[in-house]
């Protein structure tokens, strides 16, 4: 089984959808988990951390499930600048040596 | 907010030449860089740590001495592929945490073609 876990996609929606992505992780220790956006050919960028309590921010919420080891992200009202890879990120321990990037989900929003 | 700059974007080399990346805080002292390359289509995957002042720590199947990281100051690492070939050719990030914060910023990247 693959460490973390994500369906690559794509994911067409129309602007206005809402969308949910799901990933799921091996390791049962994993301490912290984040979303990052990644536009084509650009870095990654911080969408937002995963609390075990779920988070939300504007059109975006977080959940965690430690129990079925996935995490999600939910996307409401969706724009066509949310277009992008959505990455999966888990990191094992407190320190950030041991991050393990999922390979991302695709999401086009067409108008 | 913090701000990592990495140069070159874009490099394009011949077979056999060397080419270095530079990784810079701008406005935050970061004791602990990553090195990731990420071939089209795929994720992330870390190359090496690498730690001012001590040397890079590595993972697992990424040539030491063909991926040479120097670390030298708290603002500044880099990378630099040695005798590049063109299965070296792809997008290598860096990233860095701000001492105390939760989250790593990225570099833009470096897109490397070696003909």
């Known amino acids: 089984r693959k460490e973390v876990e994500q369906d690559p996609g794509p994911f067409n929606v129309p602007e206005g959808a809402t969308v949910a992505f799901n990933c799921t992780y091996s390791n049962s220790a994993s301490q912290s988990f984040f979303w990052y956006r990644q536009d084509c050919r650009k870095e990654p960028k911080l969408l937002m951390s995963v609390y075990s309590s779920g988070n939300e921010d504007g059109r975006f919420t977080a959940q965690l499930n430690r129990a079925s080891q996935y995490i999600s992200l939910l996307i409401r009202d969706s724009k066509l600048s949310d277009s992008a890879t959505y990455l999966c990120v888990v990191n094992s321990d407190s320190g950030y040596s041991t991050l393990t990037f999922g390979k991302g989900t695709m999401l086009l929003v067409s108008p | 907010g913090a701000v990592v700059s990495q140069h070159p974007s874009w490099v394009i080399c011949k077979s056999g030449t060397s080419v270095k990346i530079e990784c810079r805080s701008l406005d935050f002292q970061a004791t602990t860089m990553f090195w990731y390359r990420q071939f089209p289509k795929q994720s992330l995957m870390l190359m090496a740590t690498?730690?001012?002042?001590?040397?890079?720590?590595?993972e697992q199947g990424v040539e030491k001495d063909k991926f040479l990281i120097n670390h030298a100051s708290l603002t500044l690492s880099t990378l630099t592929v040695t005798s590049a070939h063109p299965e070296d050719s792809s997008f290598y990030i860096c990233?860095?945490?701000?001492?105390?914060?939760?989250?790593?910023?990225f570099g833009a990247g470096s897109r490397l073609t070696v003909l």
């Open positions: 990233s860095a945490m701000r001492s105390g914060a939760n989250v790593l910023t």
């Open positions: 690498s730690n001012e002042g001590s040397k890079a720590t590595y």
